[in-house]
């Protein structure tokens, strides 16, 4: 029994992670700008108050940026507007207990030269994590969700990594 209790306490300690989406498009966008457009500028226009350095509003609009600069390699210029509506980081001592998640949500607005909406997407990520292991994969909360947003638009947007 005692090292039934000890493999099971050393299993916790290490537990793994996994994510999630519930991201949508509400607005897609037409097939020639999936294939044809670029995404020149990044703006944020609401981001969460609690929860997040003072730096992450430019950590956040980078890692973005730097993610379409990848998947999204047209010609015609689109500029991209995000609403944050929600970030939430993981608790070290309940990750490390449980389990606990970083979690990332907002609206992405495509907008062409003429200010026009042309694609509009609910973006939503999750880790969950827990252990030691969890505690280690989670402390990078702002990066690993500014990451992940910028990956899920270019899926939903763009078709990269699907």
Known sequence: MKNQLIALAGAMMLTACASGSGSA?????????RTGARVVSVNVDNIPERG??????Q????RVQTALNECATGQQPLTLEISLDTFDRANAAMTWLISDQNSIAGIARLKDSSGNLVGEYLIRRV???????????MSQAE??????????????AFGAGS
């Open 25 to 33: 498009p509400i607005q897609p966008l037409p097939q020639a700008l």
């Open 52 to 57: 997040v350095s003072a730096e992450f509003g």
């Open 59 to 62: 950590v956040f609009q980078t």
């Open 127 to 137: 880790f969950t994590a827990g252990g030691l292991v969890g505690i280690a994969l």
């Open 143 to 156: 990066e690993q969700m500014s990451d992940a947003f910028g990956e899920e638009l270019c899926k939903q």
